[in-house]
């Protein structure tokens, strides 16, 4: 994703959410290190408006904080271990719900 879209993103659709629920200026936004996080434009943006949420840098080498990332890894260790091969999409389907 370009900056450009990105900043869109946050300035159409995060900015207004984090305005209604932290209305008093203490909602948190993380964001990882994408290249399009850390723009010039985009940090730019934040700076600007520090007084209505805080952000949050990712820590450099630090663990997935989403637990999806997580299950999906456990389920690609568990099916690519899985013999034979799925020979259509509906057995592929029905490994996947096994798992």
């Known amino acids: 994703m370009k900056a450009a879209n990105y900043l869109n993103i946050i300035a159409d659709q995060l900015h207004p ?3 209604f629920v932290f209305q008093t200026g203490n909602g948190i936004f993380l964001q990882n290190s994408a290249p399009c996080h850390k723009a010039r434009i985009v940090l ?3 700076e600007e408006h520090t007084d209505e949420f805080h952000l949050i840098s990712w820590p450099p080498n630090s663990p997935d904080l989403n ?6 890894d456990v389920m690609e260790r568990q099916f690519r271990a899985q013999t034979p091969p799925c020979p259509n999409i509906s057995t592929l389907c029905d490994r996947c719900l096994d798992i």
């Open 44 to 46: 730019e943006w934040f």
């Open 17 to 19: 959410y984090m305005a």
């Open 67 to 72: 637990p999806v990332e997580h299950i999906w």
